[in-house]
T-cell receptor
Framework: GAGVSQTPSNKVTEKGKYVELRCDPI?????LYWYRQSLGQGPEFLIY????????DSGLPNDRFFAVRPEGSVSTLKIQRTERGDSAVYLC??????????????FGEGSRLTVL | AQSVTQLGSHVSVSEGALVLLRCNYS??????LFWYVQYPNQGLQLLLK??????LVKGINGFEAEFKKSETSFHLTKPSAHMSDAAEYFC??????????????FGKGTKLSVIP
């Protein structure tokens, strides 16, 4: 597709369950980012991929959060043993090589996660 | 770490009135600065960016912003508000994450309402 695609758009789960959120970046974009947006807050950085490797995962809140990008395109954010505090909109963004150097990102519509 | 402060979580203006959304940043080096807009149920969209060229930056939909280093500000303006401008606006600063990428740090956002 033309833009960043995220699935599911909405996910409701129970506390303690495992969740996977998928991101399909713009074709040809080598850089991929995950952000989390809680209610009333701006997006907060989670992890950055350059190609297949996680170049910066300093924003992941704890070891329940993990992300992969095995073929350098689609990425999956994985959350184990979900907690109510994980409820948020998870945003994926990608950028091309020049834009990476200025921080200009192209965002998907997000996956809204609700943990009951 | 750099930070962004957006004054006013909510701003209301009358249709046709001036829009002024405030953003101040902290940075020890010349930053890259951005304004993103988020319409209801849509992803973040780049409105405009400052990347050390002209200090007055023009963006889409008639918006512009002026980089003022002495005030560490990057306020967003539009001379005449339109109903379609109702959205949430995020100011962001780009900082080198040290991992070969520039990571965006966002403000908390300002929700703009336009009154007919």
């Amino acid at each position: 597709g033309a833009g960043v695609s995220q699935t599911p758009s909405n996910k409701v789960t129970e506390k303690g369950k495992y969740v996977e959120l998928r991101c399909d970046p713009i074709s040809g974009h080598t850089a991929l980012y995950w952000y989390r947006q809680s209610l009333g807050q701006g997006p907060e950085f989670l992890i950055y991929f350059q190609g297949t490797g996680a170049a910066d995962d300093s924003g992941l809140p704890n070891d329940r959060f993990f992300a992969v990008r095995p073929e350098g395109s689609v990425s999956t954010l994985k959350i184990q043993r979900t907690e109510r505090g994980d409820s948020a909109v998870y945003l994926c963004a990608s950028s091309s090589q020049p834009a990476v150097n200025t921080g200009e990102l192209f965002f998907g519509e997000g996956s809204r996660l609700t943990v009951l | 770490a750099q930070s962004v402060t957006q004054l006013g979580s909510h701003v209301s203006v009358s249709e046709g009135a001036l829009v002024l959304l405030r953003c101040n940043y902290s940075s020890s080096v010349p930053p890259y600065l951005f304004w993103y807009v988020q319409y209801p149920n849509q992803g973040l969209q780049l409105l405009l960016k400052y990347t050390s060229a002209a200090t007055l930056v023009k963006g889409i939909n008639g918006f512009e912003a002026e980089f003022k280093k002495s005030e560490t500000s990057f306020h967003l303006t539009k001379p005449s508000a339109h109903m379609s401008d109702a959205a949430e606006y995020f100011c962001a600063v780009s900082e080198n994450s040290g991992a070969g990428s520039y990571q965006l740090t966002f403000g908390k956002g300002t929700k703009l309402s336009v009154i007919p």
